[in-house]
């Protein structure tokens, strides 16, 4: 990392914060799955659905991010590691699923503050992670456990931009 990471940067986040986010996004690599083998094909057609979803979610969040840094530049070297923690959702997502997310549609519109800005990229994290705790109960064993790690990484990511700051 560069000097510009130093403590005195106010655009920055904590080391030890994005630390803990990389290591619980490289977590996230052993915790995918295949699927529902062996439930049946309508527990298993339910699974991809409940994939589709979460995956659509990490699409979307990757072009909020997208469209936050393209709006406010100061704060793309901030919005970095969390941007590729959503990446690397999107991925252990769609790695069963040949046919990808798909784009979500038009770019997110981003406030003229960067304050708020980040706080709408807080507030999508914490939804998206909500609803991929919500749907645990739908979901296979192994898809569950993604889920769950996926929620545990954007509660945290949506706790630790509160502290970016442009």
């Known amino acids: 990392?560069?000097?510009g990471?130093?403590?005195g940067v106010s655009t920055g986040v904590p080391r030890r914060a994005l630390l803990a986010s990389c290591l619980l996004a490289g977590a996230l690599t052993g915790c995918t799955s295949s699927g529902?083998?062996?439930a049946g094909g309508r527990a298993a057609a339910g699974a991809a659905g409940l994939r589709r979803r979460a995956a659509r979610a990490s699409t979307g969040l990757l072009a909020r991010y997208d469209a936050t840094?393209?709006?406010?530049?100061?704060?793309?070297?901030?919005?970095?590691?969390?941007?590729?923690i959503v990446?690397?959702?999107?991925?252990?997502?769609?790695?069963?699923?040949?046919?990808?997310?798909?784009?979500?549609?038009?770019?997110?519109?981003?406030?003229?503050?960067?304050s708020r800005a980040v706080s709408e990229l807080a507030t999508a994290e914490r939804q998206a992670a909500d609803e991929r705790m919500g749907a645990l109960a739908e979901a296979p064993p192994e898809l569950a456990r993604l889920l769950a790690a996926?929620?545990?990484?954007?509660?945290?990511?949506?706790h630790l931009l509160n502290e970016v700051r442009a």
């Open 87 to 114: 990446a690397a959702h999107l991925s252990a997502l769609t790695e069963a699923d040949t046919g990808g997310a798909g784009p979500e549609g038009a770019a997110p519109e981003v406030p003229g503050e960067a």
């Open 150 to 158: 996926l929620a545990a990484a954007g509660a945290v990511s949506a």
């Open 1 to 3: 990392m560069s000097a």
């Open 5 to 7: 990471m130093s403590s």
């Open 69 to 84: 840094a393209a709006a406010h530049p100061a704060l793309a070297g901030p919005l970095t590691p969390f941007r590729d």
């Open 36 to 38: 529902g083998a062996g």
